[in-house]
């Protein structure tokens, strides 16, 4: 029995059917899919929400915390951060 995966469709050459079962994301529901929607929206927030309010209170934009999401840019937005003078340095 010889099987071949085209695009998530799983051809047997036996039969000469197709199928969904066995295939990468075939057996998932569209709740699995909600589920991790609103976990990584509670996580996302969780490492947001602190960020936001630290840099809100040294004088700068909360928005700079969606910086401190994306892999990479949120080394370089900590090391800018870091040893930048603050807003509030001269108050």
Not at 14 to 26: F, L
Not at 34 to 40: A, K, Y
Not at 50 to 77: C, D, F
């Amino acid at each position: 029995m010889r099987k071949a995966f085209i695009v998530g469709i799983c051809y047997d050459n036996d039969t000469n059917t197709t199928s969904r079962e066995n295939t990468a994301m075939g057996s998932f529901s569209i709740w699995h899919w909600f589920t991790m929607l609103i976990f990584g929206l509670v996580v996302w927030l969780a490492v947001a929400w602190p960020i936001a309010r630290i840099l809100t209170r040294t004088g700068h934009s909360k928005w700079l915390a969606v910086l401190a999401l994306i892999p990479g840019v949120n080394w370089i937005s900590l090391w800018i951060f870091a040893y930048k003078p603050w807003p509030r340095e001269g108050e």
